[in-house]
């Protein structure tokens, strides 16, 4: 099993930026494809972005891609949202999530995740 942690999140004005990190413990963190994914009220969740395990693929949602990159260090057991350019649209609560058997943009094929951190983004 591996336990997840998200930090980062807070409010910022449209047009800003936060990064978003996710530490991860237990077991090998490279053993895990990572994913984040966002919630906004009253809304399901939502794919934004994913990671192989050792950060030589990444995937993102076309509302993200340009804007957002995803990250990995291994060494840190830790993984990175980098936000830029934020918008109203991006306010959300923000969560990492991790799965063995590849990447995938489904939130229902990862088995663990963290409790999310809230990004709020004025406008």
């Known amino acids: 099993q591996v336990q997840l942690v998200e930090s980062g999140g807070g409010l910022v004005q449209a047009g800003g930026s936060l990064r978003l990190s996710c530490a991860g413990s237990g077991r090998t963190f490279s053993g895990y494809y990572m994913g984040w994914f966002r919630q906004a009220p009253g809304k399901e969740r939502d794919f934004v972005a994913a990671i192989s395990r050792y950060g030589s693929s990444t995937y993102y949602d076309e509302s993200v891609k340009g804007r957002f990159t995803i990250s990995r260090d291994n060494a840190k057991n830790t993984v990175y949202l980098q936000m830029n350019s934020l918008k109203a649209e991006d306010t959300a609560v923000y969560y990492c999530?991790?799965?063995?058997?590849?990447?995938?943009?489904?939130?229902?094929?990862?088995?663990?995740w963290g409790p999310g951190t809230q990004v709020t983004v004025s406008s």
């Open positions: 999530a991790a799965r063995t058997s590849g990447p995938s943009t489904r939130d229902r094929d990862y088995a663990y």
